[in-house]
């Protein structure tokens, strides 16, 4: 019985269900295929032994139904003698026989009904197994793809965040350029007749413009290097 509870719980185990649960997905799988593998040999033992116990069985029922047609003739020799007490002897003889015959068919019926559950188990355990064995095929080659894309990703992250990191200095450079050019540029439109004042803050102005060229230049020069 407990065979066959371990056998009815493999048999109704879903996968998917088990891999949702499951730490080491992989390790699952595989411990699963050999507990189906193992209960698979276990049952296919049992089967063997129920198959011999037939054969047992059915050699019992067959030697008592002999015995008992042997001692039927006895009586019916004992009968041809006149001898009725003999003949009453070889008879009870003939039924017990005949009685033992009996028993052994009921427990032979019975063993036929749990040889068949047996085949029938094994075959759906069989089954069972092959499906369970491509299904794990085919998720361990999904679980092992799902880790390599998620490595792949987490890698062109980090080059992303890299060329990022890279990069910004530059553009806040180039914003900081571009926004004094601006303000250079408007300085020099509203130039009417300027005066002493504003042309130091057009010299300023450009002085600090070719700074900030000249960092930025610099800044590149060093990247270029480190590169």
Known sequence: ?????RVATLLRANVNDLIDRAED????????VLDMENQLLQVKTQVAIAIADQHLLDKKRAEHDGTAAEWKRKA???????QDDLAR????RSLSHQQMAEGFARQLAEQNAEAEALRSTYAKL???LKETESQCEMLVAQHRRAKMVGKANAARGAVEDKATARTSPLGRFKARIQNAEA??????AMLEGDTLDDRFHVL?????VERLLG??????GRMLEAG
């Open 1 to 5: 019985m407990a065979l066959m509870e």
């Open 25 to 32: 997905p992989e390790k699952m799988l595989k411990q699963l």
């Open 76 to 82: 019916e020799l004992a009968v041809n003698k006149q």
């Open 89 to 92: 002897a070889a008879l009870e």
């Open 126 to 128: 069989q089954g069972k």
């Open 183 to 188: 303000e250079n540029h408007a300085g020099k």
């Open 204 to 208: 300023e102005r450009d002085e600090q």
């Open 215 to 220: 960092e930025l230049k610099e800044k590149q």
